[in-house]
């Protein structure tokens, strides 16, 4: 009986080294996973960022183009950049 005892004990540590090794293993996969995913958030909090950077910079320009033909300046570079386009 002792040595049944003997084995089972072996096949246990056996069994328990495996799912150690599983376990670091899915420990180690979830670390790297989380670290992507930090990874992945800030840069879609740098595109964001950039976007709406973007979006402000269009919508700057687009308050440059509607004084464009207002005021003496604007009328001539209207003239200007007309005659530009002709030739």
Do not use: P, Y
């Not at 004990?9 to 989380?34: C, D, M, P, Y």
């Not at 595109?47 to 464009?68: C, M, N, P, V, Y």
């Amino acid at each position: 009986m002792s040595s049944c005892w003997k084995e089972d004990s072996k096949g246990n540590t056996r069994v328990i080294e495996i799912f150690a090794n599983h376990r670091n293993a899915w420990q180690a996969k979830e670390k790297w996973l989380l670290h992507q995913i930090n990874v992945a958030h800030q840069e879609i909090g740098h595109l964001h960022a950039r976007i709406l950077e973007l979006e402000k910079t269009q919508d700057d320009s687009r308050g440059q183009d509607s004084g464009f033909g207002e005021g003496s300046w604007g009328e001539g570079r209207h003239d200007w950049l007309q005659r530009r386009l002709r030739v």
